[in-house]
């Protein structure tokens, strides 16, 4: 079984950055392929990216395309979210899931997850 932790979020301008990281412990994150996740006030979860595990494919939600970067670095057990020219309706919790082998893009197939962390972007 995996704990995920995340970290980085916070307050950010319209057009900011901000660099989300996500601890792994408790098993062997290489075989575990990671996503990232969000939910506004309000709304449902949904997906925002994944990556497999050596970290040689991605896949993003076309809303963050060209603007968000997922990466892990399995000597670290930390996979990252480098997030790009933000806009308001990035304001969200993120979070952090993992689930065995596959990455996918529904939020039921990962059985594990962060706590989240708050990102704000002002307008």
């Known amino acids: 079984q995996v704990q995920l932790v995340e970290s980085g979020g916070g307050l950010v301008q319209a057009g900011g950055s901000l660099r989300l990281s996500c601890a792994a412990s408790?098993?062997?994150?290489?075989?575990?392929?990671m996503g990232w996740f969000r939910q506004a006030p309000g709304k449902e979860r949904e997906f925002v990216t994944c990556?497999?595990?050596?970290?040689?494919?991605?896949y993003y939600t076309d809303s963050v395309k060209g603007r968000f970067t997922i990466s892990r670095d399995n000597a670290k057990n930390t996979v990252y979210l480098q997030m790009n020219s933000l806009k308001p309706e990035d304001t969200a919790v993120y979070y952090c899931?993992?689930?065995?082998?596959?990455?996918?893009?529904?939020?039921?197939?990962?059985?594990?997850w962060g706590q989240g962390t708050q990102v704000t972007v002002s307008s």
């Open positions: 990556i497999n595990l050596s970290g040689g494919w991605t």
């Open positions: 408790g098993s062997t994150f290489s075989n575990y392929a």
């Open positions: 899931a993992a689930r065995l082998r596959l990455p996918s893009s529904s939020l039921n197939e990962y059985p594990y």
